[in-house]
């Protein structure tokens, strides 16, 4: 018996280890962009640092300024700043937009602090940084500079880091941008840095990152059946690879599930004054949705209290939705499945139910 359970438990070391051992990340994290539900992950609640992965938050802040095709001039401070470059030029007149495809396409440091200085000056932008941080839930995040240059107290975790790319891919001018592999104005071209878009058929960004001291980190996304993935390793040697695997993983968990068919009934609902005491409320249409592994999710149906005759078929009496979370998989509204006629001999209400007849109308609870 001995003997069994430690054959048992060195079976389970080894797999163990061999899940480990199969991605070379120091951490990682694999989420669900749409409900933000944890797929996989290894270390992913380890503070790191993060390298130009840093201008995820960046390039958000920076899509999300009202005025992102306006004209800027580049200062002295920002051109020949240290690391990857876009190269900018002193004096040189842009959009903010292409500065904004320069710090992600490029990972242009000098484009990273160009952006800090014109929205609001270096120090204010690193304090938005790391406000938005806080707002977002993101505890063990912390931004030092714009870049991504290493710093004392620089650093994200995996799973943060995920889940700020979640955030980030919400914004389309950030989303389009990160899904750009090459981008061209006037005479100068730049390239996306992140070889996934090339390497994986349905990636949609987002960043990669390096320094000495972070190693090699990677922010990868990508989207099938309506379902985006967001992948992170953080110092990984093999991280093209790694995230391949990784994604190709959260994919094979994903499964289509139907809660309700077209003309299914959800519910009954009451009816006043009516041959019928009751007319049941149908879906208009199927309610289906591919849902990954670990994700749960719930029906929640809403219909009205009750309805007076005539009910006419067809008429909207509510909604059917599916949840995972705060995140709406799929919805349809409900229909009135058949006609149910006045009842006449119900007609004749006193004047207390003409009054309340009247007030539930006014306040709109019969639908029409």
Same mark, same amino acid.
């Given at each position: ?29 694999? @989420? ?30 920076? %899509? ?28 040189? $007149? ?36 790391? %406000?938005?941080? $806080? ?55 730049? #390239? ?38 967001? %992948? ?11 995230? #391949? ?12 599930? $139907? ?33 990954? $592994? ?50 006449? %001999? ?9 009054? @309340? ?12």
């Amino acid at each position: 018996m001995k003997g069994k359970l430690l054959f048992c438990l060195a079976v389970a070391a080894m797999l163990c280890a061999g899940r480990c051992m199969a991605y070379s990340a120091s951490a990682y994290a694999v @989420l669900s962009a749409d409900t933000g539900v944890l797929l996989d992950g290894m270390q992913e609640n380890q503070r790191l640092p993060m390298a130009s992965t840093t201008k995820i938050m960046t390039g958000l802040l920076a %899509a999300e300024e009202a005025e992102i095709d306006r004209i800027i001039t580049v200062s002295d401070t920002c051109a020949g700043i240290e690391g990857s470059s876009m190269y900018l030029q002193a004096g040189e $007149q842009l959009p903010l937009r292409d500065v904004l495809y320069g710090l992600m396409l490029c990972s242009g440091n000098d484009a990273a602090e160009c952006i800090a200085e014109e929205c609001g000056g270096r120090d204010a932008f690193v304090a938005r940084m790391n %406000a938005r941080a $806080q707002e977002l839930g993101l505890k063990d995040t912390h931004f030092d500079n714009p870049s991504g240059l290493d710093g004392a107290t620089h650093y994200t975790t995996a799973y943060e880091l995920a889940r700020l790319a979640a955030e980030a891919l919400k914004n389309e001018t950030f989303a389009e941008v990160v899904a750009t592999k090459s981008y061209t104005s006037g005479t100068r071209t730049m #390239v996306n840095h992140n070889k996934m878009l090339r390497l994986y058929p349905d990636a949609i960004g987002v960043k990669t990152g390096y320094t000495m001291t972070a190693g090699r980190c990677l922010v990868s996304a990508a989207k099938r059946n309506g379902r985006t993935v967001v %992948a992170v390793t953080l110092n990984d040697r093999n991280d093209w690879n790694d995230h #391949v695997q990784l994604l190709d993983e959260a994919f094979a968990g994903m499964q289509e599930q $139907q809660w309700a068919k077209q003309g299914d009934t959800a519910c009954s609902i009451p009816v006043q004054t009516g041959t019928a005491g009751t007319v049941d409320a149908v879906y208009a249409e199927d309610l289906s949705a591919s849902l990954l $592994q670990k994700e749960t999710a719930e029906l929640e149906i809403s219909c009205v209290d009750f309805l007076y005759a005539p009910v006419k078929p067809g008429t909207v009496c509510g909604t059917a939705r599916v949840v995972c979370r705060d995140m709406v998989l799929c919805e349809t509204q409900l229909l009135c499945g058949s006609e149910v006629q006045l009842d006449t %001999a119900q007609e004749d209400l006193s004047r207390k139910e003409r009054f @309340l007849l009247w007030w539930d109308r006014l306040r709109k609870r019969v639908v029409t």
